[in-house]
Nanobody, 127 residues
Framework: QVQLVESGGGLVQAGGSLRLSCAAS????????MGWFRQAPGKEREFVAA????????NYADYVKGRFTISRDIDANTVTLQMNGLKPEDTAVYFC????????????????????WGQGTQVTVSS
């Protein structure tokens, strides 16, 4: 089991930027995929971005592509989500997640494929 702790959420105006971080501990992540998901009130949890921990392969949801960037720091055991050009519809609780890769170098996009989750951090974008 991987323990995950998110930080960096907050309130920002539309067009602004936020940087979310996720600190991971508990096991070696070399065969894992790290992901970010979000859940807005009354909506289902949805995929945002993912990165293969060892190979650095990334994957983004269409609605954040070009605005958000996922990265990882292997030495620091952290995953970061840089969010630029924020929109009010990006308002949600953002969750960091970890799950085993299916194929070498692959990423994942389904929440059911991630077995470890952080507690979430609120991101609010005002118009």
């Amino acid at each position: 089991q991987v323990q995950l702790v998110e930080s960096g959420g907050g309130l920002v105006q539309a067009g602004g930027s936020l940087r979310l971080s996720c600190a991971a501990s508990g096991r070696t992540l070399s065969t894992y995929v790290m992901g970010w998901f979000r859940q807005a009130p009354g909506k289902e949890r949805e995929f945002v971005a993912a990165i293969n921990w060892w190979y650095g392969t990334t994957n983004y949801a269409d609605y954040v592509k070009g605005r958000f960037t996922i990265s990882r720091d292997i030495d620091a055991n952290t995953v970061t989500l840089q969010m630029n050009g924020l929109k009010p519809e990006d308002t949600a609780v953002y969750f960091c997640a970890a799950g085993p890769q299916k194929y070498t170098g692959s990423t994942r996009t389904e929440a059911a494929d991630f077995g470890s989750w952080g507690q979430g951090t609120q991101v609010t974008v005002s118009s």
